[in-house]
């Protein structure tokens, strides 16, 4: 059994039920997407309990908003440049494949759709990809963001920025084809996207009030930590879907083993985020720190996404591991540099996916160092730009900070209907 665990992925390819393969890939596909989907309640949870009282239900409400809007976007648009299906503008670079017309109950047999599974079990997977992208933003600019402002860069950012760039990797575009590279659920297709656009909306917005004094962060206090554990723990049940059904199969025993192994591996890093969380929180103040603990644990699952296949269950706790430790350093940096993230967002998802999408060059037999660090770098400067012109458009325009008044008295009372 164990020689099992440490071998590595299977390969054998015949059928282990009398099901057919496409209702086995398409169920196995939809009921991945509804685990990623609950990722956004995850979201919403572990936002709520970071910001203080008076911001619970602003926060509520922005995760429910985005996951509309996202999952609108994405249909009216994302899907096709995601997925170009060979109808490139500028080859490799930028396509668009038309509006969603599913004509037909079975995808096309694309090597870039799926195998062998419904067009629409696709599409509804990857449209909550897309939602995933949203939420990160939504708790780093938590608390004084204008909420209009936050949905029309939701719209953008779902509707244009993310697909595009995944095209180049997913969609059949020049980072897959011509520099190789790997990332299976997105380490950085997703989560160092989202950490980017979660870094330049701080930036933009600002800091909260009082979160820096004379140089130094000031702790401003949450609504509930159980609460907050709550999402983490919802977030890390659903990553098994995130990364499990990027597989795109379950049709085999091979696809079996494969996915067994991915679901291991996931958990795995996530506990060795934890501990090591665990220990620099308390090697620092001898104490525990569970909100850092919290992050350790979704970093150590941002780190193993981009290859969570090939390492044995000893690499993916030592890559969980890792993220942990960035989680410790990445935070003093923004801290150094006064960027206020309510929720740790950048040094997760963008510290932590960078970590995890080079460690993929390690792993993953068909993959390289210097390919996937290149790869990364591209679209960290892409995503960068792209969402910079977009907060200073919003910036100038409609403004992207709430009134001092308004942030001090709380989002909730000013813009919420409390009683019903």
């Given at each position: ?30 009921f ?19 910001v ?10 922005k ?14 648009s ?13 080859p ?6 038309g ?33 995933a ?28 920025i ?29 989560h ?10 701080a930036?933009?917005?600002g ?8 140089g ?93 296949l ?13 993220g ?18 309510v929720v ?6 963008l510290f932590?996916?960078i ?51 308004k942030?001090?008295?709380?989002i ?9």
């Amino acid at each position: 059994m164990l020689a099992a665990l440490f071998a590595g992925p299977a390969q054998a390819q015949q059928a282990s039920s009398g099901v057919s393969p496409f209702v086995m890939n398409t169920l196995f596909i939809v009921f991945c997407g509804v685990l990623v989907m609950w990722m956004t309640a995850g979201f919403a949870m572990l936002e709520a309990g970071f910001v203080r009282e008076k911001n619970v239900v602003s926060q509520c409400a922005k995760n429910i908003g985005l996951f509309a809007i996202a999952s609108t976007a994405f249909i009216l648009s994302g899907y096709g440049l995601m997925f170009p299906n060979g109808n490139w503008i500028m080859p490799g670079v930028l396509g668009f494949s038309g509006a969603i017309e599913i004509t037909d109950v079975v995808d096309s047999g694309s090597d870039f759709v799926g195998r062998g599974h419904a067009g629409a079990a696709d599409i509804f997977f990857q449209s909550m990809f897309c939602v995933a992208v949203a939420s990160i933003v939504s708790g780093a600019i938590a608390e004084r963001v204008k909420i209009v402002s936050f949905f029309i860069f939701t719209a953008v950012l779902t509707a244009v920025i993310y697909p595009i760039q995944a095209s180049w990797t997913w969609g059949g575009g020049f980072l897959a084809a011509d520099l190789g590279f790997k990332d299976l659920a997105g380490s950085t297709v997703v989560h160092v996207v989202g950490g980017v656009a979660a870094l330049t909306g701080a930036l933009f917005v600002g800091a909260r009030e009082g979160r820096f004094i004379d140089g130094k962060k000031v702790a401003l206090g949450n609504h509930s930590l159980p609460l907050a554990t709550i999402g983490t723990l919802i977030l890390w049940m659903g990553w098994y879907g995130f990364n499990a059904g990027s597989y795109l199969s379950f049709a085999s025993d091979a696809d079996a083993a494969n996915v067994s192994r991915i679901f291991l591996n996931t958990n795995l890093a996530a506990a060795g985020g934890v501990i090591v969380a665990a220990f620099l929180s308390y090697l620092r103040e001898f104490r525990f720190d569970l909100a850092f603990m919290l992050n350790g644990a979704l970093g150590g699952l941002v780190a193993i996404t981009a290859e969570p296949l090939f390492p044995t269950p000893f690499w993916a706790f030592a890559v969980g591991m890792g993220g942990g430790l960035i989680i410790f350093w990445a935070t003093q940096i923004l801290d150094y540099f006064k960027i206020d993230d309510v929720v740790g967002a950048v040094p997760v998802h963008l510290f932590c996916g960078i970590w995890g999408t080079i460690a993929a060059g390690f792993t993953n037999p068909d993959a390289s160092v210097l390919g996937q660090l290149s790869s990364v770098l591209i679209v960290i400067t892409y995503v960068g730009v792209t969402t910079s012109i977009v907060w200073i458009a919003l910036k100038e325009t409609l403004g992207v900070r709430i009134s001092a008044a308004k942030e001090a008295y709380g989002i909730d009372k000013s813009d919420f209907v409390l009683d019903n």
